[in-house]
């Protein structure tokens, strides 16, 4: 594992973070986590927890890289290039089924705590009234079998609709499957926060939403690799403190103004007109974040019939395969 040197600074403690401080003036090296995440909103709670030094007190820097498409981010992540992946928790199903994006061979991907339910919007163009409207249409997706495809497949289908009836074609991650739309490229895609605030505000037309659709989904969560958390448990442990801190400072109404800036600071695609608007819907449990990271079942059994249906393979529902809160639990029990 990489180290970094610096000067640590010490914080208010939040719901979380750890008893054992670091001195304010002391220069320290601490294990440096290297975390991949899709870009996006639900990126805030690391956004703050980083700022506000709640990884540093619990003992680890953090590198935050963010992921052009899930190919890139799984096969570096099994790779041992990135500690932790802030990902679908689809994407973990899929490379532990054999079934991803990519080819990896002797993957052993594990969620091992939740992050958000996450609402998908499908965006299109603004003429793209119906789902009528869709058929003959390009529609852009991150690749062709991930569960967010999956969510897509079943939304054109409740209304109708076969894979005839469309085209899909792989673009990459959210901001550029945005760009796609924008540039008129393709009709339609799915988004997360920021990007349905930004498309509907320039006039782009939400023609439905994953919450209209599925009661529950677990959408985001942070995995690893098994081999990883096993020689790095105390690393793994700071990190899920930190983030833990960052969330409930996030989710505190009181903090709301301060956390908007936050946002806007790290992304400053958001302009602060779109800004109210992408903020509800992140601190929604319904459409956002989820209080705790708690690992969501009721959306993970949603994923994983999901992946049973449109993935090839057999009928999934063992949940333990792909999800260990041994870590998660040991913190918040601590």
Known sequence: MAFATFRCRRHPSASGASSTKLSRESTVSLPTVELICFPGAPNLPIFVARDKGWFRDNGIDINLTTTPNSAFQAENLASGKFHIAGTAFDNVVA??????????????????????????????????????????????????????????????AKNGLTK??????????????????????????????PFTSIARNQGFHVLDTSSNVFAAYQGGGFAARRSWAAANPEALKGFIRGYLAGLAWTLDPANKDEATKVLLANMPEIKPPVAPAVMASLL??????????????????????????????????????????TYYNQVVSG
């Open 164 to 193: 005839a009836d469309y085209q899909m074609q792989p673009v990459g991650a959210t901001p550029a499957r945005w760009e796609a739309v924008k540039a008129g490229t393709h009709a339609g895609t799915l988004t997360i926060e």
């Open 284 to 325: 929604s449990p319904r459409s956002g974040l989820t209080p705790k990271a708690a690992m969501l079942m009721d959306g993970v059994a949603t994923v994983l019939d999901l992946r049973s249906r449109y993935g090839g393979g057999a009928k999934l529902t063992d949940a333990s395969k792909y999800i260990d809160l």
């Open 95 to 156: 490379y532990q089924e054999g079934q991803g994006a990519v080819p990896l061979k002797d993957t052993d991907f594990f969620a091992f705590m939740g992050a958000t339910q996450v609402e998908l919007a499908f965006i299109t163009q603004a003429d793209i009234k119906s789902y009528v409207d869709v058929k003959g249409k390009n529609l852009a997706l991150d690749a062709l079998s991930t569960g967010f495809a999956f969510v897509l497949y079943e939304m054109l």
